[in-house]
């Protein structure tokens, strides 16, 4: 119960703003650490205590010493000094346990578990939803990595500060203090260390703090590519790649070891300083402290006193550098996770943007200006209009801007210029979630999630039944093999994993599997870019009547280079160069004697004809 208390007092999935961290680093540190304050503060106290008490000890033997040379007879030591003792005691035994038993409470038991994960959970969320550009502009791994570590790195380095901070500022200030009430003589070699170890820091620490971020950054190179040849083994292998693979990942590795010797140059020469500052320290103390006993000017306790606390510092000012430098290692980390999570989303939902409300099904492009962010090219000023419930074909050259229309329609890139109108609703305007929810998309690529094909059929539909699952598959003609599925874990059928991207699965079985997602979803808006491209003639000819079934009573976009599937849709679209140049039905086109009769005449050498 008592774990269990402190475990809870951060609610890691609590509602927050979905909005983007600040890009300072102090902004974006405020911007976690203020949703744990009063535990952070509560360290923070707990953490001055815990100091004290250090400290207080050493000032025990101190006393103990000076109050033993003081007995002249043993026998009424006790007697004489029980109270002191017990007040010793007490401290040591209890109050001491206590304390350091409630900072480890907090810190292991709520900050450590607590707020690292709701780092991640925030950062996961807000980096889910960008724009399909940025997971395209950068590896899957390394994206991983930054929103991963970016928590454990935010929260050691806040803590480590915390614990730091109270280390040098009690043990300095105590030691100080009591060197000062023993003989004022005391505190010189003191002060000169003081003096001396905030030069070194002020030195030293803006340079690992640089090298740091060069070696954090680097680290996230070497898990992306690793990462890319591993998602991508298959390529590696069929094209017999492994040497160009190994020098890939070891080019990033070597620059990985170039950046961490560089740091740890810098970490060694501040060792090796703040070692012979030490020695210092301590010879300094010891001697100083001796000849002041000399001309009994001070007392034997404040001898062990004095070198006990300068060992003490000694100690402490040997962990302090490591936890400079671990400050330092993880605030690089943070600013290497920063420059993946603070990015600006790309495509976003107006404040006021509402639900789409879908009656009928009819799509306008209006005036559509497109170009990835270049002077031209794509698309440029193009018009179609899609009556409801009407089913058209998408047909131009590779490079034409169709699957263009077909993202800029799901809105995964916005306009540059333009309208897209879905009932006379402008996409712009609506939310991205109601938009998508209300279309359904099969395509070329096919990927599966690495789950159980349940759960990448339950995408469709994720209140489906078992019924209605096998109702799906069976119209897509995917039962035949998913039942005999099975996987590592045991699972059968529907509980089997699919595997990375469903490589498990030949394609066409994973297009028959998106093929049966989308009968789930029964969208009103249909997309279908390459739908039966991974299929054979045989299965496709089998699923057609699916397919029929799929498309009745919706409105259709078809894209195929298989002309042959898309020759009988109620209309034909011809795009080259991101504007339209024909449109009309298979016959007219043919007829025409255009850019379509050219592809199909390309495509069937005249022999393959439709009704």
């Not at 033993?68 to 007697?79: G, L, S, V, Y």
């Not at 109108?421 to 998508?436: P, T």
């Not at 119209?475 to 469903?502: H, M, N, T, W, Y």
């Not at 057609?544 to 799929?550: F, T, V, Y």
Request: charged share 20%; glycine share 8%.
């Amino acid at each position: 119960m008592l774990f269990r208390r402190f475990e809870n007092l951060i609610d890691v999935f609590k509602p927050s703003p979905d909005v983007a961290p600040p890009s300072g680093m102090l902004r974006f540190y405020a911007h976690y650490l203020k949703q744990v304050w009063p535990l952070m503060i509560a360290v923070l106290v707990i953490g001055f205590f815990a100091a004290l008490i250090e400290v207080a000890l050493f000032s025990f033997l101190g006393q103990l010493i000076d109050m033993a040379q003081a007995t002249t007879d043993a026998r009424t030591f006790f007697a004489e000094h029980r109270n002191q003792l017990l007040w010793m005691a007490l401290v040591a035994l209890i109050i001491r346990p206590l304390v350091f038993g409630l900072h480890n409470l907090l810190t292991h038991q709520a900050i450590n578990p607590g707020l690292t994960n709701l780092i991640r959970w925030q950062n996961h969320r807000y980096v889910l939803k960008q724009s399909l550009n940025f997971f395209q502009n950068d590896f899957a791994g390394r994206i991983a990595q930054r929103v991963m570590q970016t928590g454990p790195s935010l929260r050691d380095s806040a803590m480590q500060v915390i614990d730091a901070l109270w280390h040098v500022v009690v043990y300095a200030g105590s030691a100080l203090y009591l060197f000062a009430a023993a003989d004022l003589r005391l505190i010189v070699p003191l002060s000169l260390w003081i003096i001396g170890y905030s030069a070194a820091l002020w030195y030293f620490v803006p340079r690992i703090k640089a090298r740091s971020a060069a070696a954090s950054a680097a680290r996230s190179k070497v898990m992306g590519r690793v990462v890319d040849g591993y998602s991508n083994v298959a390529t590696l292998k069929l094209f017999a790649h492994s040497r160009e693979e190994e020098t890939y990942a070891r080019e990033a590795m070597q620059e990985l070891l170039d950046k961490f010797r560089l740091q740890s140059r810098i970490i060694t020469s501040l060792d090796f300083l703040i070692t012979c500052m030490n020695g210092l320290l301590i010879v300094g103390t010891g001697a100083l402290a001796l000849w002041l006993w000399s001309e009994a000017l001070i007392s034997t306790g404040a001898i062990a006193l004095a070198l006990g606390l300068v060992i003490r510092i000694n100690n402490m000012a040997e962990w302090i550098m490591w936890v400079v430098n671990g400050i330092f290692e993880n605030v690089g980390t943070v600013q290497d996770g920063m420059q993946t999570i603070v990015q600006p989303r790309e495509v976003l939902d107006r404040e006021d943007a509402k639900p789409l409300q879908v009656q009928q099904g009819g799509v306008r492009f209006d005036d559509v200006h497109f170009h990835y962010g270049k002077q031209g090219g794509v698309i440029s000023g193009l018009a179609i209009d899609i009556r409801p419930g009407e089913k058209i074909g998408l047909v131009g050259p590779s490079g034409a801007g169709k699957s263009t229309l077909v993202n800029l329609l799901l809105r995964l890139y916005d306009l540059e210029s333009g309208r897209i109108l879905i009932d006379g609703q402008d996409i712009a305007a609506v939310s991205q979630e109601s938009l998508r929810a209300n279309i359904g998309v099969v395509t070329q690529d096919t990927s599966l999630l690495h789950r159980s094909i349940r759960d990448n059929l339950r995408y469709g539909k994720p209140e489906a039944s078992d019924e209605e699952l096998w109702a799906a598959a069976r119209k897509a003609r995917a039962e035949g093999f998913i039942a005999p599925l099975d996987d590592s874990q045991g699972g059968l059928g529907f509980d089997a994993q699919v595997g990375e991207r469903g490589v498990k699965l030949s394609g066409g079985q994973r297009q028959r599997i998106a093929i049966a997602r989308v009968l789930l979803k029964d969208a009103p808006i249909l997309i279908m870019d390459e739908a039966t491209s991974a299929l054979d003639s045989e299965v496709e000819s089998a699923i057609q009547e699916s397919l029929d079934s799929l498309m009745d009573g919706k409105t259709v976009i078809a894209i195929a280079h298989r002309l042959s599937t898309i020759a009988r849709m109620d209309r034909l679209v011809v795009i080259d160069q991101g504007q339209v140049i024909e449109t009309g039905t298979h016959a007219e086109l043919i007829a025409r004697g255009g850019l379509y009769a050219r592809l199909w005449q390309h495509q069937t050498g005249g022999f393959v004809g439709v009704d």
